[in-house]
């Protein structure tokens, strides 16, 4: 039968007559052969990974695809996957700044934190007018944060392991990790000569 349709549509059909066969012929197989289910399912696996594929979402062959209607949650492991802001910016924002009393780098309007563009993995622009810092000794310390001398004083922003790495007393700073955590916030953290200051 699938191969009469075929015949059929590729004589008498109209044009694009072969796509217009093939297609008739697969809905044939589809619907009258008696394994329907097993053409169905790896067709939709197909028709599913390629949508996918062509709006980058990548996935490991059918299983979790098929597996993926239990999801209840999805858990994203890359610093700058997801971001969050005005339409068609697609930037990280900050969210909140909180500073505590030490010295520090922080400067210029609602004490922003200032330093070069051009430095590190991720480039910023200026969209305002801040005095910088002279920054020395600068190295990005990948999945963890950025070490600098910033007018002198030795500078660390990262995560709280990379502080408390380097030293830096980070016990009282884990409730604020607890708490940014639980609303799905980044905390970044900011010491200047061994004292966490924001």
């Not at 696996?45 to 299983?63: F, N, P, Q």
């Amino acid at each position: 039968m699938a191969a009469l349709t075929f015949l059929a549509w590729y004589f008498w059909g109209p044009p694009p007559a072969f796509s217009r066969a093939i297609i008739s012929m697969v809905a044939v197989l589809i619907i009258a052969c008696p394994c329907a289910m097993g053409l169905a399912t790896p067709t939709a696996v197909m028709v599913g990974s390629g949508r996918g594929a062509e709006l980058g979402i990548l996935m490991r062959g059918g299983e979790p695809l098929e597996r993926g209607y239990r999801l209840t949650t999805v858990v994203f492991d890359k610093t700058g996957t997801l971001t969050r802001a005005p339409p068609g910016d697609g930037r990280p924002h900050l969210g909140a700044l909180e500073r505590r009393n030490g010295p520090g780098p922080c400067r210029g309007p609602g004490g922003k934190i200032g330093a070069p563009p051009g430095r590190g993995r991720h480039p910023r622009r200026q969209s305002q007018n801040l005095t910088l810092p002279r920054v020395d000794n600068f190295q990005a310390v990948p999945g963890m944060g950025v070490e600098a001398k910033i007018d002198g004083l030795e500078t660390l922003l990262g995560n709280l392991a990379f502080l408390a790495g380097k030293g830096v007393p980070s016990e009282e700073l884990t409730h604020y990790q607890d708490r940014l955590s639980r609303e799905g916030k980044t905390a970044i953290f900011l010491a200047v000569g061994g004292l966490p200051v924001g």
